[in-house]
């Protein structure tokens, strides 16, 4: 069970565009106004470097995943505390993008039909995918999927650029000011942040060397390609409107029309959406079990995989309102904690002690180091 | 290997028959809608109109003289767009599905009570779409308007949307430029207008022949900032306003000069605003419009492919096109007072510091403010004469 560097670079591709597309640009332009490409560059930046520390931790244990280096570096008990804290992320987080996608999909879509459904064909797929593929599986996946949603993003690009007006994202800066920018780029580095999965993928890697580097390349280019979309939408609708709409980058998409010849394409961006949900899924998934396993030392990680579909599906079918669940999961738990601890402070943490831990152990013994 | 093979395969073929999902509504049960007409009912109820298609009646080939109606209108009272949605639903024997829905018509008496706290269907719902083109119906009702048709289109709510987009206005793009409009502190929103008309001019004009009633379009509507209808401008002045807008696609100025008149067909229309803020926070604009086009039309015995002539005649065109768009901007300064041609906009986006004590109190601003205009137009094509044939040499020479 192994993955490539191209194919580490896809998952990532294909993991962040789809949701940050959906849920970012909404909460940025609302904060941020027609301002709201500079808070994704701004978040681009932070996000980068979240992913650079997150790989050089894995690189120091380069063998192991997070659940096992967590524990090497600062102890059993603490590690595990820590493998903990990330399990509940991964656990939640699987809930809720599964809510999202029955929201998503019957408000856009197909309006009568019930939630359950669309959720557990979903839940079914990303189970088979994981138990017959692996990670290995979810790469090949991404291959295929990663080149459809940039093809797709661009032909979007293409048709829409008719309907742009530039007199819409000014002025640039006075109408927003530097705190709402800040603001407004929480949201899509609290999603950009979630690169830190690479902590469990680097360790399966054929040449764990490579995964910083890719990591990078894949969260540069996905956030590219949002911001390039949330361009799109403030140049078509302007900041007061584009800032009351759930989701803009849908809404343009919708409302593109060539020559009364090629008209509502949105189906191509709930595919693209579709594609990627599927893919983050997976990798949470796939995170969620393998990491539950190599905590409780089970060693066979399919074993896992009821138990954590079952608890997906469960924590899916809680919440009352779809919007109010997601939208207090974003806001009291992801963005308040989350983001911090899990994609900032631990990775920080381990890196620190994990360095001066190894630097230490070198000058005793070089065998120590794993 | 081979049976778990062919199993596999069978698996994969048994999709292609059982596949299928909740939502799945056949034609036969949709009633197409294409255009919405809404209108002051009783009291604070609303009244909506709707125009749909009769599918057996679009599918005939052999129209000509056959007069059947291709469509019928339905409408219902209710309290807001759902509400009477549910009410009209009696009337109907298929689902309303209002994913072609193209055009929707506003009665006059319902733009001027205001638009503010009604329209939040038309965007909300999956199936519409804001592209949409949007109409005030001057001097009638929205449901009259569904009630004509129109002989060159089956569906002749269509009939406004495509004259609309002959005479290079908004088109479909309408109602979103609405929405923006309604949404910004320096514009104020305006809606194209239709009104009920003959077909023929002169002594036909009178006769209450109903086949004879069409659609025109007719200007524009003018809201305030709490989106209630105030006035029109007539169709010269509302292209006006789209080309200072910088959106109008098409113009035709038609200039008189010297022993007859020549007219330009105005294909590439932009226009620029530059406002300036003197010293005593007095604002003055200056507006530079630019087109170039063709000269289709020229009665005079100037000669275009000269190039003293064709400069007269360019000159001469811009002269008359400023007076228009001059006296355009001044009526509407005079009589409403309202900033519909987005000079505040223009001033937000370019001196957004001034904007913040200016916005307050704009439109009494943009009343006072002192607008000029600049017009440069450009003849690309002259057409296969030179003077016109009609007139003598000796008339030339002159």
Avoid at chain 1, 263 to 279: K, P
Avoid at chain 2, 354 to 376: G, H, M, P, R, Y
Wanted: aromatic share 10%; glycine share 8%.
């Amino acid at each position: 069970m192994r993955i490539s560097g191209i194919q580490l670079f896809w998952i990532l591709f294909t993991f962040n565009t789809g949701n940050m597309l959906l849920i970012t640009v909404g909460p940025a332009i609302l904060e941020a106004k027609q301002d709201a490409w500079i808070s994704f560059i701004i978040a681009t930046i932070l996000g980068s470097i979240i992913v650079f520390v997150a790989a050089k931790v894995s690189l120091l244990y380069p063998k192991h995943s997070l659940i096992e280096f967590s524990q090497l570096i600062l102890g059993k008990w603490l590690g595990s505390l820590i493998g903990i804290i990330y399990l509940v992320q991964w656990f939640t987080v699987i809930g809720n993008i599964l809510i999202e996608l029955g929201d998503f999909t019957i408000t856009v879509l197909l309006s009568r039909t019930p939630n359950w459904a669309l959720i557990l064909t979903m839940l079914l797929l990303v189970v088979y995918g994981t138990y017959v593929g692996g990670i290995e599986g979810i790469g090949r996946c991404s291959e295929v999927f990663g080149p459809i949603i940039i093809l797709m993003l661009v032909l979007i690009f293409i048709f829409i650029i008719s309907d742009l007006d530039v007199r819409n994202i000014l002025p640039v800066f006075s109408d927003s000011g530097l705190l709402p920018i800040m603001k407004g780029s929480l949201t899509p580095l609290s999603l950009l942040g979630e690169s830190v999965v690479i902590t469990m993928l680097i360790s399966l890697m054929d040449e764990p060397k490579q995964g910083q580097g890719r990591a990078l390349l894949a969260l540069v280019m996905s956030s590219f390609l949002v911001s390039a979309a949330t361009v799109c939408a403030l140049m078509v609708f302007g900041p007061n409107v584009t800032a009351k709409m759930r989701f803009p980058a849908f809404d343009f998409i919708r409302y593109i029309s060539i020559m009364d010849f090629i008209q509502n394409i949105e189906i191509i961006a709930v595919l693209v959406w579709i594609l990627s949900v599927f893919i983050k899924l997976s990798v949470y998934f796939f995170s969620a079990c393998y990491g539950t396993a190599q905590l409780l030392k089970v060693k066979e990680w399919r074993k896992l995989i009821w138990l954590v579909a079952v608890t997906s599906f469960i924590l899916s079918q809680i919440g009352e309102n779809p919007t109010i669940t997601v939208s207090n999961y974003i806001h009291k738990y992801w963005i308040p904690y989350a983001l911090p601890i899990n994609m900032i402070g631990i990775p920080l943490l381990l890196w620190i002690v994990g360095s001066i831990r190894k630097r230490n152990g070198r000058k005793k013994s070089p065998d120590l180091s794993l | 290997m081979s049976s778990k093979c062919i199993f596999s395969y069978v698996l994969c073929l048994s999709l292609l028959f059982t596949s299928g999902c909740w939502d799945r509504k056949e034609l036969s049960d949709l009633a197409l809608w294409l255009a919405t007409g809404w209108d002051v009912g009783e009291e604070d109820n609303i009244q909506v109109t709707g125009q749909i298609i009769i599918p057996s009646s679009m599918q005939s080939q052999n129209g000509g003289g056959n007069m059947g109606k291709e469509f019928f209108t339905v409408s219902a009272k209710g309290g807001n767009l759902q509400d009477t949605m549910q009410n009209l639903q009696v009337k109907l024997s298929r689902q309303a599905f209002f994913g072609q829905r193209r055009v929707v018509y506003f009665g006059e008496e319902f733009a001027k009570l205001g638009l503010k706290d009604k329209l939040d269907a038309n965007t909300r719902q999956h199936d519409v779409s804001i592209r949409t083109d949007i109409f005030v119906v001057k001097g009638g009702t929205g449901k009259e308007v569904l009630n004509l048709s129109y002989p060159l289109e089956k569906p002749p709510a269509v009939a406004a949307l495509k004259e609309h987009k002959e005479l290079g206005g908004r088109g479909d793009t309408a109602f979103l430029y609405f929405l923006i409009a309604a949404n910004s502190e320096g514009i104020r929103p305006t809606i194209p207008a239709v009104e009920i008309g003959k077909s023929q001019n002169g002594e036909n004009e009178n006769k209450e022949d109903p086949s004879n009633s069409i659609i025109r379009v007719a200007g524009v509507a003018i809201f305030d900032h709490e989106l209630k209808m105030v006035g029109y401008l007539n169709n010269q002045e509302n292209k006006h306003l789209l080309w200072i807008l910088g959106i109008l696609k098409n113009l035709t100025v038609t200039a008189p000069i010297k022993d007859g008149n020549t007219s330009i067909l105005l294909k590439r229309l932009d226009s620029k605003i530059i406002p300036k803020i003197t010293k005593n926070n007095q604002i003055k604009f200056t507006v530079e419009l630019t087109g170039e086009g063709d000269l289709l039309e020229n009665n005079t015995v100037l000669d275009p492919a000269k190039p003293e002539d064709l400069k007269l005649i360019e000159n001469n065109s811009e002269k008359v096109a400023k007076k228009q768009v001059l006296q355009t901007i001044k009526k509407v300064q005079k009589e409403y007072g309202l900033d519909i041609f987005g000079f505040g906009e223009v001033v937000h986006k370019k001196k957004p510091q001034q904007w913040k004590s200016l916005k307050t109190n704009w439109d009494n601003t943009f009343a006072e403010a002192d607008i000029s205009v600049k017009v440069n137009l450009k003849i690309k094509q002259i057409g296969f004469t030179r003077s016109t044939l009609l007139k003598k040499e000796s008339e030339i020479i002159k």
